[in-house]
């Protein structure tokens, strides 16, 4: 009997490890494993669990159709699930393995000590990179791992060809039929607690992944270069939280793009860009285990002295922080559980450089409440704008939220949507009302001033040798 387990891949289709362990058609059962322990130590978001529990229940009926029943092991800590899924390959004479590779280090490790398990029991283990392409092939010229994005991403391209695009078939319908299934617990029974939260945002199901995909390679990506950085428009894809379950694969999203062109159109080429940047986050962590045991990508950077500033850190996360771009983006995060890049960015900076708190701070809090919560995307981001990670921005180079607000949400319509204390400031003052109008809005004054905040992180920074 063979034993498929999901990690972040809840699809059917281009689902390489899926489809190897059905080859044999011997019987195959289908194995989630809720792990809330990891979930807490990890920081995953409850809107994250839930999509998670949503797509799980939605795959089931497709996989029994293929006579692949989903079972639920429940654990309480990753490091126990090695000897838990031995303990339930032996309860139903599971004899090969077969799951997709995760780059994290807690993942990494629990696949390479269930490995060792596996070895001494008689097991099969059969792991399958689910990478575009597999990180351990993708070097620079002298052999060693890419630090630097552009060159990889030119690599990537070049690698690119139709045999590496091709994707896995379907899985192959189990001749051996096995009736003995889970129910797919309620969010609610898996939790304990009740969130209310709609989902209706975000697919569910691959196939509404797939159609979403379809429009926006239709309708949007032409203009996807020109509109990304606009936040009051739906310009982008909001396709990460179907990336991030693995409802959609990389390779899906760029045949896409190559379906109806042939992706050199300037918006084409950006958006395919952004995939890369996904994958190249994936393989900064596969390369470089340090990014997932919360060190700098730099290491110079772990000598760094943050400020330790709750009250900062507190209105931060509320939103509350007197500057109306970066509010609005926060209350984005905890009204809808997503943020647009451009704010993800702006937040990131505001933080780290502006406040000078740990990035770690502000990188734990959007995992706690992202939708598309990813570790090696968010890592990377929040590394990049803390100008601690891979080949991140200049740490004199620090956004000012004014300017960017003024840039990308001119007439403060973003801002409006949801600071609606601000609805009734005078246009000419909606990115930085003065003292009168936000005392008069009962909007609150600037937490740190910018001038000398930003002075005061390029010394900072500029002290560490
Ligand atoms: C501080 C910070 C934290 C972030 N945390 C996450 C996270 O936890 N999960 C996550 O998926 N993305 C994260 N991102 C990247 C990016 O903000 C989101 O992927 C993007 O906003 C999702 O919107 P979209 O699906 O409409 O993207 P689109 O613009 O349509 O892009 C298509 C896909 O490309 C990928 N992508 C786009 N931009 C990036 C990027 N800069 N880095 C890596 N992948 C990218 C995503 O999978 C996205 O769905 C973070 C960025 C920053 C600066």
Not at 1 to 30: P, T, V, W
Not at 87 to 99: R, S
Not at 128 to 135: A, Y
Request: charged fraction near 30%; glycine fraction near 4%; include cysteine.
């Amino acid at each position: 009997m063979n034993l498929f387990i999901f990690s972040e891949d809840l699809r059917i289709r281009d689902n390489k490890a899926l489809y190897e362990a059905s080859l044999e058609q011997k019987g195959l059962i289908a194995l989630y494993i809720i792990n809330k322990g990891k979930n807490e130590e990890h920081g995953d978001s409850l809107a994250k669990l839930k999509l998670k529990l949503l797509a799980l229940a939605e795959i089931r009926n497709p996989l029994v159709s293929l006579n692949i029943p989903i079972k639920v092991l429940h654990s309480q800590d990753i490091r126990d699930e090695p000897k838990e899924i031995l303990g339930f390959c032996k309860k139903h004479q599971i004899t090969n393995i077969f799951l997709n590779s995760e780059y994290p280090f807690n993942e990494k490790q629990r696949n390479k000590k269930l490995e060792t398990l596996c070895n001494k029991n008689d097991i099969n283990l059969r792991m399958f990179d689910s990478q575009l392409i597999d990180p351990k092939k993708v070097k620079n010229n002298s052999g060693q791992p890419f630090k630097v994005f552009t060159p990889y991403s030119k690599k990537i391209r070049v690698l690119l060809t139709t045999e590496i695009l091709q994707e896995e078939p379907e899985p192959l319908k189990q001749i051996r039929k096995i009736t003995d299934e889970d129910d797919i617990p309620s969010f609610k029974d898996t939790y304990d607690e009740e969130f209310n939260f709609s989902i209706d945002n975000h697919p569910v199901t691959e196939k509404s992944a797939s159609k979403r995909l379809e429009e926006f390679v239709e309708t949007s990506i032409s203009n996807y270069k020109e509109l990304r950085d606009i936040p009051s428009l739906s310009s982008t894809s909001n396709l990460s939280s179907s990336f991030a379950i693995g409802l959609i694969t990389s390779k899906q999203a760029i045949n896409q793009v190559f379906s109806s062109s042939d992706g050199t159109g300037t918006g084409q080429f950006a958006w395919v860009n952004e995939i890369i940047w996904r994958e190249f986050y994936k393989y900064i962590t596969y390369h470089y285990p340090h990014v997932s045991k919360g060190k700098s990508f730099n290491p110079k950077y772990d000598l760094f002295s943050w400020r330790e500033d709750e009250d900062s850190f507190i209105k931060w996360c509320e939103g509350k922080t007197g500057i109306p771009i970066v509010d609005a983006a926060m209350r984005q995060l905890n009204q809808t559980k997503w943020m647009h890049n451009r704010l993800r960015m702006i937040t990131a900076m505001f933080l780290s450089k502006n406040l000078l708190v740990d990035w770690r701070k502000g990188e734990r809090y959007f995992m706690e409440n992202l939708i598309d919560g990813d570790f090696c995307s968010n890592n990377g981001g929040w590394q990049w704008s803390a100008s601690t990670g891979v080949d991140a921005s200049p740490y004199f180079r620090i956004f000012n939220p004014i300017t960017q607000s003024e840039k990308f949400d001119p007439d403060g319509k973003f801002i409006k949507n949801f600071v609606p204390e601000l609805i009734e400031c005078p246009s000419n003052e909606i990115h930085n009302p003065s003292i009168e109008t936000r005392s008069s809005l009962n909007y609150p004054e600037m937490i740190v001033d910018l001038k000398s905040s930003r002075l005061r992180a390029i010394d900072a920074f500029k002290s560490i040798k």
